[in-house]
């Protein structure tokens, strides 16, 4: 006694991707960069760094961007501040 039973076979297109992290890309050019500006952020200046691999706007893709979770260096956000002091001011409070 035989039992036929008709197999079917799903084949699922695949892809090659690669991931590398922030500090492996450190200095380099991507032709594509996807990054996320979230809770995965860690150091400081570890989004500009992904973000400054791309070679344009139009090869960056941030998903998951929450600006609660950028992180400046110190230096930074004071130098923001003192400008925008002089652009409120004036340049007479140029230091």
Not at 7 to 22: C, D, E, M, W
Request: hydrophobic share 40%; with cysteine.
């Amino acid at each position: 006694m035989t039992i036929s039973k008709a197999s079917i076979r799903k084949q699922f297109p695949l892809q090659n991707a690669f991931a590398l992290t922030v500090h492996k890309v450190q200095g380099l050019t991507l032709p594509h960069v996807t990054t996320t500006i979230d809770k995965s952020i860690f150091a400081k200046d570890q989004a500009y760094i992904a973000m400054s691999c791309a070679t344009s706007w139009e090869n960056l893709c941030i998903i998951n961007f929450n600006h609660k979770y950028l992180k400046s260096p110190r230096a930074a956000l004071n130098e923001y501040k003192r400008l925008n002091t002089i652009h409120t001011k004036g340049f007479q409070n140029l230091q």
